[in-house]
């Protein structure tokens, strides 16, 4: 899908070079904020030396990992009346760094009890792949790895839709009910309300969403230093269009300014 690219649309052009576009202080009214809920997929492995996936693993979002301790039943050292062994999971994207989370963690009674690991996927990221190994105070070793293969998931990718600085959209993939959109939006687009406080920005740039006309969500699209960085929407269960605008805030003064096509939002459909 492209909204208007390569060419500036000649009432956009005018916009920008009248700057009337992005009027500032409260020229949108904005609706209520609702809360954002995210349910992440589980990766499950069962005592039996079963697998499954609830849910679908998208880069950009975490994904859980649901350990049953009895798949490594060897190391299980004591000391001084409590458990003296631990299990993590290992895991990496795309043969990247390895990094490790544990699985286990000390109840009340210093007993071991599982405890789900959180798993970020970053943005690009294709083949996640993870293995688990337990160990005690007394120097056990076990490994719960497929037979040394580990364990490989594919990561989906999600809609892309890119707002550039010529006032161009494009949108790669296709958006999905109950899935997530990363918005990815050019700084200069809204050069207003650029605050700073002893040197450091202190004005920032959200997107608004809402579905099929609902409330709306917001979430910043840049950082601390006024950097551009992706923001995911989730999309709605059942949701059929999405709508994003963009909202600019000077955090001292409270000046505003918007990117919403002259309030007409960018809408989307949804599949």
Request: hydrophobic share 40%; net charge negative; proline share 7%.
């Amino acid at each position: 899908m492209h909204r208007n690219p390569g060419i500036i649309p000649s009432r956009r052009a005018l916009a920008v070079i009248a700057g009337i576009l992005l009027l500032s202080m409260a020229a949108r009214p904005v609706p209520a904020v609702a809360a954002r809920a995210e349910a992440a997929p589980v990766l499950h492995f069962a005592a039996d030396g079963s697998e499954r996936i609830d849910g679908v693993l998208e880069a950009g979002k975490p994904v859980l990992v649901d350990f049953d301790l009895e798949r490594l039943p060897k190391c299980r050292n004591q000391y001084a009346g409590g458990d003296a062994w631990s299990i993590g999971v290992h895991y990496r994207v795309d043969g990247g760094p390895i990094s490790v989370q544990q699985v286990t963690r000390l109840d009340e009674n210093r007993h071991n009890v599982k405890v789900p690991a959180r798993i970020e996927l970053p943005l690009g990221g294709h083949d996640l792949e993870l293995w688990f190994h337990a160990g005690d105070r007394a120097g056990c070793s076990e490994y719960d790895s497929q037979y040394g293969a580990n364990y490989h998931y594919a990561i989906e990718q999600p809609a892309v839709v890119t707002f550039r600085a010529d006032w161009s959209e494009t949108v790669s993939g296709t958006i999905r009910a109950g899935r997530g959109l990363v918005v990815q939006y050019d700084v200069a687009r809204l050069p207003q309300c650029r605050e700073t406080y002893n040197g450091v920005p202190v004005w920032r740039i959200d997107v608004f969403s809402r579905f099929d006309g609902g409330p709306a969500q917001s979430q910043a699209v840049t950082g601390p230093d006024g950097e551009s960085v992706p923001a995911i929407v989730d999309i709605a269960p059942g949701s059929g269009r999405v709508e994003l605008w963009f909202r600019v805030t000077g955090q001292r003064s409270g000046c505003t300014a918007y990117d919403s096509d002259f309030g007409a939002d960018y809408p989307y459909p949804v599949s």
